[in-house]
């Protein structure tokens, strides 16, 4: 059977040749979700399927089927001629008169909950969207391109406006911000200020917790790997362990969040500062992870930095890496007022936050925060 439609011969001269090309039907093949997102992620990467939104126009086909036409004709080229189901892009449009922070973090939450669906999604942030002929503009390419909007407004005219917008042009819509501004002032009885994130009346609250984040993150950049541990106690969250456990990144993430947060590598042969055992045992987390996770990622690090393969055997060896993870966990048995976090398959905001409440749960207590390495 020959996929391509060609029967190998030849049409009779006598006959006029077709005005439009056409070629007979051939058989659909439905395909795994999982080769839906990767066909469409390698159309879109190779500049087959574009979405770019100044450039769409009018016509009589909606842009969503045009996008269609064009994901399945650079699907069938991949398959060697073959028609095949895939599902469209589908656009989400984030709307915000901020940073919009808040609207990206909640809407990729919330579409971790369709990483399985074989979907393929793309989002469109727009900060900083404070006048309403902007913010009618961006609701009326939405229009356009079939997506969804998801907005944070805090001035309550210009959610209105959006929604408005929205309902008219029929675009499907959310307002994250305002159920919750609403639910606040009904709890405090206050009316909301309503002034977005540049007003003036916000600028003083804003650069306080800026410097407070810069002068964090300054600090753990100084105190990352062991550097200058004389300064441990200044330090509001210390994090231990051997290497590649993440501690470097966490630390970084935790920073930007207003603390300051000091990492101490565990090496074999090398004994940690003594400062380390001075300090408060609740800001001390230690971070443990499985031998043959820890082992894969070093031989990835290794690769990644093209060492040759003694020092490959040297960093990421089996025998090796058991006996560091041995040497760490000695010492997290001296030290029982550490709290022990698994950090295997975790992502690092995950960590974060259990390190987070961990720290403001042992403040807020006499005692010291327990081991809990058999809980997490």
């Known amino acids: 059977m020959n996929l391509h439609g060609s029967s190998g011969q030849s049409e009779p001269k006598s006959e006029p040749p077709p005005t439009i090309a056409s070629s007979p039907p051939t058989p659909k093949l439905k395909i795994s979700p999982r080769l839906n997102r990767w066909s469409m992620t390698r159309a879109l990467r190779s500049g087959g399927v574009k979405i770019d939104r100044p450039q769409i126009q009018r016509s009589d086909n909606s842009p969503r089927r045009q996008l269609t036409e064009e994901a399945d004709k650079k699907t069938s080229e991949i398959e060697g001629g073959d028609d095949v189901e895939i599902t469209a892009v589908k656009s989400i449009y984030l709307v915000s008169d901020g940073t919009g922070w808040t609207a990206e973090h909640s809407v990729n939450a919330a579409l971790g909950?369709?990483?399985?669906?074989?979907?393929?999604?793309?989002?469109?942030?727009?900060?900083?969207?404070?006048?309403?002929?902007?913010?009618?503009?961006?609701?009326?390419?939405?229009?356009?391109?079939?997506?969804?909007?998801?907005?944070?407004?805090?001035n309550p005219s210009m959610?209105?406006?959006?929604?408005?917008?929205?309902?008219?042009?029929?675009?499907?819509?959310?307002?994250?911000?305002g159920p919750i501004i609403?639910?606040?002032?009904?709890?405090?009885?206050?009316?909301?200020?309503?002034?977005?994130?540049?007003?003036?009346?916000?600028?003083?609250?804003?650069?306080?917790?800026?410097?407070?984040?810069?002068?964090?993150?300054?600090?753990?950049?100084?105190?990352?790997?062991?550097?200058?541990?004389?300064?441990?106690?200044?330090?509001?969250?210390?994090?231990?362990?051997?290497?590649?456990?993440?501690?470097?990144?966490?630390?970084?993430?935790?920073?930007q969040k207003g603390y300051k947060v000091a990492n101490i590598p565990f090496v074999m042969g090398v004994e940690p500062p003594k400062t380390l055992f001075e300090v408060e045992?609740?800001?001390?987390?230690?971070?443990?992870?499985?031998?043959?996770?820890?082992?894969?990622?070093r031989r990835t690090r290794a690769k990644t930095l093209g060492v040759d393969r003694e020092a490959e055997n040297n960093y990421?060896?089996?025998?090796?890496?058991?006996?560091?993870?041995?040497?760490?966990?000695?010492?997290?048995?001296?030290?029982?007022?550490?709290?022990?976090?698994?950090?295997?398959?975790?992502?690092?905001?995950?960590?974060?936050?259990?390190?987070?409440?961990?720290?403001?749960?042992?403040?807020?207590?006499s005692t010291s925060v327990p081991c809990i390495s058999k809980r997490y």
């Open 316 to 365: 990421s060896g089996f025998d090796l890496v058991r006996k560091e993870l041995d040497f760490a966990s000695k010492i997290y048995a001296k030290n029982p007022g550490w709290a022990v976090i698994d950090v295997t398959n975790k992502a690092i905001e995950e960590t974060a936050a259990l390190i987070l409440r961990l720290y403001h749960d042992g403040s807020d207590s």
């Open 281 to 297: 045992p609740r800001k001390v987390f230690a971070l443990k992870i499985e031998l043959v996770v820890l082992q894969a990622i």
């Open 182 to 255: 609403e639910g606040i002032a009904s709890h405090l009885g206050v009316s909301p200020s309503g002034l977005t994130r540049g007003a003036r009346g916000r600028v003083k609250t804003l650069n306080d917790a800026y410097f407070k984040r810069i002068e964090a993150i300054e600090f753990t950049i100084k105190q990352d790997d062991g550097t200058l541990p004389e300064n441990l106690s200044k330090a509001d969250i210390i994090l231990v362990g051997v290497s590649r456990t993440g501690k470097t990144p966490l630390s970084t993430y935790i920073a």
């Open 113 to 154: 909950q369709f990483d399985d669906c074989g979907c393929s999604v793309n989002t469109h942030l727009f900060s900083w969207v404070e006048d309403e002929e902007k913010l009618i503009e961006i609701i009326k390419q939405a229009a356009k391109e079939g997506a969804m909007c998801f907005y944070t407004l805090a």
């Open 159 to 177: 959610a209105k406006s959006a929604k408005e917008a929205c309902d008219l042009l029929g675009v499907l819509s959310v307002d994250i911000l």
